[in-house]
C-alpha cells in the first residue's frame, strides 16, 4: 500500500534534458511534488523552461556516476512514488569517439542505479526511457519486442540495462515499464538537433549538412505528445511492459528539411550541402504506437506540420538569444 504524502512525489534523474524539462512542467501542472537530478546545474532559459522557483520543485546537482551514494541517500529520503530515467550519454554518431564515456554511464551506470532502486524498502515505479536505436536498422513497422540489433556503441550501451530490468523483473524485484519514443522534437529543443538547426540555418542563411543525402526514414513526435505518453505509462502502463510513441508520419530527412523551406519560402538548394552518411547511422525507424494507444488511451495531438511551424515561431522570437556554438554538439564525459 503506498502511503498518501507518498503519491504525488516524482523523482527525475536527467531532468536538464529537452524531454525531461517537458515532462516536468506537465507534471508541475498536475501538482506532483517534483525532485530534479541532473549533472548539469540549471544555467539556461533557452533551453529549459519549467519553473525552478516553483515550491513543489527541488533540484539537486548530482551525476549518477561520481555521485551514486548522495543519489540513493537522497532517493531513501524523499522515498517517491515515481522515478523516471532520462539519464544517458545520448548522442549516437558522436559513440564511436569514445565509447567508453557511452558505457560507463549507458551500461555500468544505470545497472548499478537499478539495481539499488530494486532493493528499496517503499513501492515505487520506474519508468526507463530507452530509444528505438536498440533495434537497429528495422525495415518496416515494428512494435514492441526485444529483438535487439545495435549499429553504434550509443545503442549498445543502451541494450545492456535493458536485460538487466529483464532480469530483476523476471525475480520479482522491480516494478517498471520502458519506453521507446521515436524522434522528439519541439520548441527548446538543442539546435544541433535537425529540425531546429535546419529553421535556424535558414534564419542565419547558412548551409545545412544532409548526411548521406537525407535518404533515412523516421517518425518524428512532438515532445508535448510523448510527455503525455510518459506519464500515462507512469500511472497506467503494465509492468514490466515496454510502450512505442510514435508520430503518424514516417518521412525522409531529405523531405522533412524540404518541407521546413517551404514553410520558411526558402529554396532548398540554396539551403543544403550534401555530406557522407554518419557512421553505422540505421537508414529507416518506424515505431507502431497501437499498443499504448490500445491499452492507455493515448493519442498524438500536435501533427508535425503543427508542430514545425511552432518550431519555427520559438526560433524566430528567440534568434537574438542563440549563438552559432549551439548549432554543434559538446561531448561532456
Known amino acids: 500500500m503506498v502511503k498518501q504524502k ?5 523523482l527525475i534523474i536527467g531532468s536538464n534534458s529537452f524531454s525531461a524539462n517537458s515532462f516536468i512542467n506537465l507534471v508541475l501542472k498536475k501538482d506532483y511534488k517534483v525532485f530534479a537530478i541532473s549533472r548539469s546545474k540549471i544555467s539556461s532559459t533557452k533551453y529549459l523552461t519549467y519553473n525552478k522557483n516553483n ?26 512514488r515515481y522515478i523516471i530515467n532520462y539519464a544517458s550519454q545520448s548522442m549516437v554518431g558522436e559513440s564511436w569517439n ?6 560507463r554511464t549507458n551500461s555500468l551506470g544505470l545497472i548499478k542505479l537499478y539495481n539499488h532502486i530494486s532493493n528499496l524498502k517503499f ?8 530509444t528505438p536505436e536498440v533495434y537497429g536498422n528495422i525495415r518496416k513497422e515494428t512494435k514492441e519486442n526485444k529483438n535487439y540489433n545495435p549499429t553504434t556503441p550509443y545503442a549498445a550501451s543502451r541494450v545492456t540495462a535493458e536485460h538487466f530490468l529483464d532480469l530483476l523483473a523476471t525475480q520479482n524485484k522491480i516494478d517498471y515499464c520502458s519506453v521507446r519514443a521515436s524522434n522528439v522534437y519541439g520548441e527548446h529543443q538543442k539546435l544541433y538537433r535537425i529540425i531546429p538547426k535546419t529553421i535556424f540555418s535558414i534564419l542565419r542563411k547558412s548551409k545545412l549538412a544532409l548526411h548521406g543525402g537525407g535518404q533515412s526514414k523516421r517518425n518524428f513526435i512532438h515532445i508535448d505528445d510523448v510527455s503525455t ?12 511492459n515496454c510502450y512505442h510513441i510514435s508520430g503518424r508520419d514516417l518521412i525522409s530527412i531529405k523531405n522533412l528539411v524540404q518541407k521546413i523551406c517551404k514553410k520558411m519560402n526558402y529554396q532548398f538548394k540554396d539551403l543544403i550541402k550534401n555530406s ?11 515505431l507502431s504506437s497501437a499498443k499504448i494507444k490500445k ?34 554538439y559538446v561531448h561532456k564525459k
Open 295 to 328: 491499452q492507455l488511451n493515448w493519442k498524438q495531438k500536435i501533427s508535425l506540420d503543427k508542430g514545425i511551424e511552432k518550431c519555427i515561431d520559438w526560433i524566430k522570437k528567440n534568434k537574438k538569444y542563440y549563438k552559432k556554438k549551439d548549432l554543434i
Open 123 to 130: 513501492t515505487n515505479r520506474l519508468v526507463h526511457i530507452s
Open 98 to 103: 569514445s565509447p567508453i564515456d557511452w558505457y
Open 276 to 286: 557522407s552518411e554518419r557512421k553505422g547511422k540505421d537508414k529507416y525507424y518506424s
Open 55 to 80: 515550491k513543489r520543485f527541488k533540484f539537486f546537482k548530482l551525476d549518477i556516476n561520481d555521485d551514486f551514494k548522495k543519489i540513493m541517500l537522497l532517493i531513501n529520503k524523499i522515498k517517491p
Open 6 to 10: 507518498n503519491k504525488k512525489k516524482i
Open 229 to 240: 505518453a510518459i506519464y500515462s505509462v507512469m500511472i497506467k502502463g503494465k509492468k514490466s
